[in-house]
């Protein structure tokens, strides 16, 4: 297949490529905005590849879709590309509308107008597979159950409000116009080349750096945890087998709370970087907690496993390792990052 891939230089986007060149056959149309967290570094190898294609244009460009689908034709779309960090929503909603909400309504339209003109053999074989989070299933008390694939929406940020409206729409492109879609919501990815604003990362580096670990309320809020390359096996499993029309829930039995997270790091931290003033944990600062925090987020995973015929590969302690190990192999990609006067001002305020 020649794919299309949304986002495909952001961090979940960029692990689907690398994932698909190692691991398959296909071709790649990667479409980038390439805002502040996309890396070209981050494809790898995929950018030297005859297979690979970078375009730089943004999804709520109608006339930039328009040209890609037809220059490119590809066979199936993955659409990764998003505006995801909480707390940037909540200071600047509307850049998540724009481009979660807009700029998906602006692929469904392009991508609908190119798939009815298709010869009825790849007609048929067309898929459009749109990725979402758990996030807009709302928030779950200490004893409920996880979200499944038919837990009713409840968003409760500008971000989840976001893809949650980006997820109807594309169920909607479905039942209205018969547009062969996919959906897969999932937990918090962590993993290579995440960019420095998020948990895991901006724990990593504080630590290194013997600077504070901010963690909101008393860290007690949980996560699932999925590494980014067991996320990128089965979102490609999806593609290839889902059922159209379905929604799949990927996760990886793997909850943590914040404080448990942060305190892992820090052990990974100080076995690899012993700090002579101590542990790193004295590092850890408890901090006003943020709007609407949702208290936890877990998914069960059972029907996407066994109809995909996967599981996470990595458990957490596992994951975090690699992860740990690799922020450490690659100092200049990430301190050339945090010498940023944005990402000084972003970094700063940014919590678990």
Known sequence: MRILVTGGCGFIGSAVVRHIMRASGHSIVNVDKMTYSA????????????RHVLVRADIADADAMAQVF???QPDAVMHLAAESH????????GAFVRTNVVGTFVLLDAARAYWAGLPAARKAAFRFHHIS?????????????????TTAYDPRSPYSASKAASDHLVRAWHHTYGLPTLV?????????????EKLIPLVTLNALEGKILPVYGDGSNERDWLFVEDHAAALLLVLERGEIGATYAIGARQPRSNLDVVKAIC????????????????????????PGHDFRY?????????????????????????????????????????????????????AA
């Open 86 to 93: 909480v707390d940037r929503s909540i200071d600047g909603p």
């Open 70 to 72: 037809a220059t490119h």
């Open 184 to 196: 897969s919501n999932t937990v918090n990815n962590y993993g290579p080349w995440h960019f420095p």
């Open 39 to 50: 890396s070209e570094d981050a494809l790898e190898e995929a950018l030297g590849d005859p």
């Open 133 to 149: 989070t758990d996030e807009v299933f709302g928030a779950l008390g200490p004893g409920d159950p996880p979200f499944t694939e």
């Open 267 to 290: 052990a990974a931290v100080d076995a690899r970087v012993p700090d002579p003033a101590g542990p790193r944990e004295r590092l850890i600062s408890f901090v006003t907690d943020r």
């Open 298 to 350: 877990e998914i069960d995973p059972s029907c996407a496993e066994k109809a995909l015929g996967w599981k996470a590969a990595h458990g957490f302690e596992a994951g975090l390792a690699k992860t740990v190990d690799w922020f450490l192999a690659h100092r200049p990609w990430w301190e050339k990052i945090r010498a940023g006067n944005y990402a000084g001002q972003r970094l700063g305020k940014a």
